[in-house]
Nanobody, 116 residues
């Protein structure tokens, strides 16, 4: 059974940083583009960034470009999201899954709250 387990969220002040991790089990990770998604209260889940299967190619949504960095460790079946210069509007539940079509069941997500 495919599992996606996100971690690393927390409460941080504006301008702060967090590093999220997502450990994937099963066959979903290998050979697939992986993405980070987020969902704020009252909003639909949206894509934040994604990374190719080899890690060579990355893409960021305009709202996080220059502040977030996505990476992956294929030996550990793990994808990361380094978040810097956090803003209150980054507050959301963050998830990982394949991109563009989520193939795995959504995990619990990890909550990121940016507030002073």
């Amino acid at each position: 059974q495919v599992q996606l387990v996100e971690s690393g969220g927390g409460l941080v002040q504006p301008g702060g940083s967090l590093r999220l991790s997502c450990a994937a089990s099963g066959s979903i990770f290998s050979g697939n583009t992986m993405g980070w998604y987020r969902q704020a209260p009252g909003n639909q889940r949206e894509s934040v960034a994604h990374i190719s299967s080899t890690g060579v190619t990355t893409h960021y949504e305009d709202s996080v470009l220059g502040r977030f960095t996505i990476s992956r460790d294929n030996a550990k079946n793990t994808v990361y999201l380094e978040m810097n210069s956090l803003k209150p509007e980054d507050t959301a539940l963050y998830y990982c899954n394949t991109f563009p079509r989520p193939l795995g069941s959504w995990g619990q997500g990890t909550q990121v709250t940016v507030s002073s």
